[in-house]
Structures are given as C-alpha cells and as structure tokens.
C-alpha cells in the first residue's frame, strides 16, 4: 500500500469553527490531491497540488483552502465549517498526473 | 454537468460468473480511464487502466474496454468471487490544463454471492 496517513479519521465539529485535515506522504510523490465522497456524486476533486507551494482548484474548491509546504504534507482548511461540508474526506497522491492516484484511508467529517 | 455516469447503482452476481460494470462519459477531451474499487471504511484502490490510444487492457481476472465512438467503457470481471463485492468507481482525465485531475461516476455496487 502507498504509505499515506490521513489524519483526524474522524471529527465532529460545529458550524462556523475553523478545521484542517492533514494528508502525510512517504512516496515522495509530487501530485497530491483532495477529495470528497458524497452519496450520489462518488469522489470529487476539492484542491490538488502539483508541487511544494504550487496548488489548484479542482471541481468544488468553494469554502477550502490548501496548503503545501512540504513535499510529504498536504493540508486542507475549511475556514468557517458550514453543514453542507459533511462528508468523508479522501487524499490521493501520484508521481506524476497521468499515473494511477493511490488514495488514503480518509477522514469522515461531521458538522453539527 | 455529470461528465462521467455509471447509470446502475447496483449489480448483483453469482460466484463464477461474469460481472460487467459500465460508465459512460461526455467529454471528448478525456484521454485516460481509470477503474478503482472501494470497501467501506477504506480508500479507493486502483484496479486497471486504459488510455485512448487502445480499446482493451487486461490485467488478470479484470479487463477493462474502451469504445471511444461510443464514449463507454466497461470492466469485466472474470470469475467473479465474493471478495470482488466492493463500489467500484470509473473515473477519467484529460490532459493540457486538465492533466491529472480526475472526474469520477458515482460508483456502481457490486455484490457477488457465493
């Protein structure tokens, strides 16, 4: 298995309150991404990064922010929580972006 | 704008037989398809590919067909087993500003009784 960690695994929090979900590599892989998996919409790209300090919006960046400034992590930041946020929350990473995404196990987020 | 559709939800299978998942795709810029199976409480696991230069690609009991005309492409499962009852994802990317971002279906769920 590809060694990503996710961290939290899971959280509850409330609306309005800052979060950040870690992703932690050990490929050393350059692309890294984000993702969220709701019922009915399978995954979608939130954020993605293509190197250290390089970053790009993917399909639903609105209400996230991310972070890159080591190769291994890849951090994402919901500034002010909001309930249509709830969801599960899945990193991937790939050596380069036409290589399979090796995804990690994700971290299932509860706004209250 | 659903740009990738697996249109059943759910697919039911005896053990030994054949189990054929499809997806079928709108944009024509796409140019690599990727297939991935999830178990509850884990990640999505990478099962096979094909880029659009070819029509098959096999990859032991798992083949996966590409019929650009069309936009559609389907993974054959064959023996199925019980373990294979997992939500498996098509999902597809194109290159230029797009390279490697992917556009997932939203997931079909097999279930292959023994």
């Known amino acids: 298995d590809a060694g990503i960690t996710q961290s939290p695994r899971h959280k509850v929090t409330e609306t309005g309150t800052p979060v950040t979900l870690r992703c932690h590599q050990t490929?050393?892989?350059?692309?890294m991404y984000w993702y969220r998996q709701d019922p009915g919409h399978g995954l979608r790209l939130i954020h993605y990064?293509?190197?250290?300090?390089?970053?790009d919006k993917g399909e639903v960046s609105d209400g996230y922010s991310v972070s890159r400034s080591k190769t291994e992590d890849f951090l994402l930041t919901l500034e002010s929580a909001t309930s249509s946020q709830t969801s599960v929350y899945f990193c991937a990473i790939s050596g380069n972006g036409n290589q399979p995404q090796h995804f990690g196990d994700g971290t299932r987020l509860s706004i209250l | 704008d659903q740009q990738v559709k697996q249109n059943s939800p759910s697919l039911s299978v005896q053990e030994g037989r054949i189990s054929i998942l499809n997806c079928d795709y709108t944009n024509s810029m796409f140019d690599y398809f990727l297939w991935y199976k999830k178990y509850p409480a884990e990640g999505p696991t990478f099962l096979i590919s094909?880029?659009?230069?070819?029509d098959k690609n096999e990859d032991g009991r798992f083949t996966v067909f590409l019929n650009k005309s069309a936009k559609h492409l389907s993974l054959h499962i064959v023996p199925s087993q019980p373990g294979d009852s997992a939500v498996y994802f098509c999902?597809?990317?194109?290159?230029?500003?797009?390279?490697?971002?992917?556009?997932f279906g939203q997931g079909t769920i097999l279930t292959v009784h023994p």
């Open positions: 999902a597809a990317s194109a290159g230029g500003t797009s390279y490697g971002k992917l556009t």
């Open positions: 490929e050393n892989h350059r692309y």
């Open positions: 094909i880029s659009s230069i070819k």
């Open positions: 990064s293509y190197g250290v300090k390089d970053t």
